[in-house]
């Protein structure tokens, strides 16, 4: 099986990883794929966000699958594009995708299915949004645009004035673009977050091993959110008896939802969940795997990455059963120092070997941004690493990815040091 992998991140260079040790596999493609993958896959310089570039790519290649990663080529129909065109797939179509895409879709799909979620209205007028704040008068205030962001279009307002000036950017100001000419404004709600990403083949659903993501960009969750500064699987807070609570309010209604509405979704389904004192709830849904928990819950997958995948797209997953390592994967992002703001790029990494490994493997080094300058690898983005450790439980994963980390360098490189901490004292 020939697969070319669609993106350039830790993520990716994980999906690689794991499609390198499948029984299964020929050759792997990636486009853009970063420095770190291209030690494990032949890399092409299109662009995630190209779909007629990648379509073309595909033509040239004639792989067996495509494997679409992000977010935004499936949000805009790179998956479609590519069915038209004869390719197998693995990712959900837009219809589907659009459960990342929309919140306004998603929050409206959980209402009509009874899933349980935060409750919300939707505006695109500021004047009447701002009216349902005051009156509502409760904060913390969640203020949400409706599309795609980064990852940074929540906004949690402390009071009043932060959730007006939250309200002006995204619907006067155009912060966000299209993604903020709608907003969705939510009720806060509290307790531990989980992670479960679940394979589905739209009828259904296997979920895979839990995670924890640590968003804020510095220990204790201060600083500014990030795109994830480290994970840690399984999620110790997510037990036998919630996770049969979440298959059977959340996923496998959600699945059922889309199903009914004629948008199978096909992939793997990101669902962020919380663990209020009423129940589990969904955050919020996303269209592929998580970075960096794809990082974490990868390492942990027993079957044949490649048999999950045809099972999926021949809508046969019923019929395969998924199996998973007991043990425990912690990955520690290093990332550039000023990074989620402005950071340099184009530093040295010391410590690496040729394959931008440790030589002694005691992790693995997932490489999110970086570049080769002949045998140099280079910063090229904020996440540079993702330094990941398995072992038999998580305090001794957590021990040797940071012992992993100490042996890696680069001018003002900036990582958290409390990565797994709560997972562990709770
Ligand atoms: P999202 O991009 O929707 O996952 O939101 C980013 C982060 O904001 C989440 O991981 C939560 O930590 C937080 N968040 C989002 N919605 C809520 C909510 N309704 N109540 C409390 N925290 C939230
Ligand atoms: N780590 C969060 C995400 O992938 O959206």
Sequence with gaps: MDILVVGGGGREHAVIKALSQSSKIGKIYCAPGNGGISKYAECFPVKATDIDGMVELAEKLKPDYVFVTPDDPLVMGMVDKLNEKGFRTFGPRANAAILEGSKVFSKSLMKKYGIPTAGYETFTDAEKAIAYIKAQNSYPAVIKCDGLALGKGVIIAQNEQEAIDAVNSMLIGGKFGKSGSEIVIEEFMTGPEVTVLAFTDGKTVKPMVSSMDHKRAYDDDKGLNTGGMGTI??????????????????????????????????GCLYFGLMLTPNGAKVVEYNCRFGDPEAQVVLPLLKTDLVDIIEAI??????KLDIEWYNGACACVIMASGGYPEKYPTGLEIKGLDEKGQLADEKAFVYHAGTKLDG????????????????????????????????????????????????????
């Design 375 to 426: 045998e140099k690898f280079l910063t090229a983005g904020g996440r540079v690493l993702g330094v990941t450790a398995t072992a038999d439980d998580l305090q001794k994963a957590l021990d040797k990815a940071y012992d992993a980390v100490s042996e890696i360098s680069f001018e003002n490189a900036h990582f958290r040091r409390d990565i797994g901490k709560r997972a562990l004292s709770e």
């Design 313 to 318: 797209y021949e809508e046969k997953l019923d």
């Design 233 to 266: 699987a399984p999620n110790p807070l997510y037990t036998k008896e919630k996770a049969d609570e979440c298959m059977e309010k959340i996923f496998k209604p959600t699945i059922a939802a889309m199903q009914k509405e004629g948008r199978p979704f096909k």
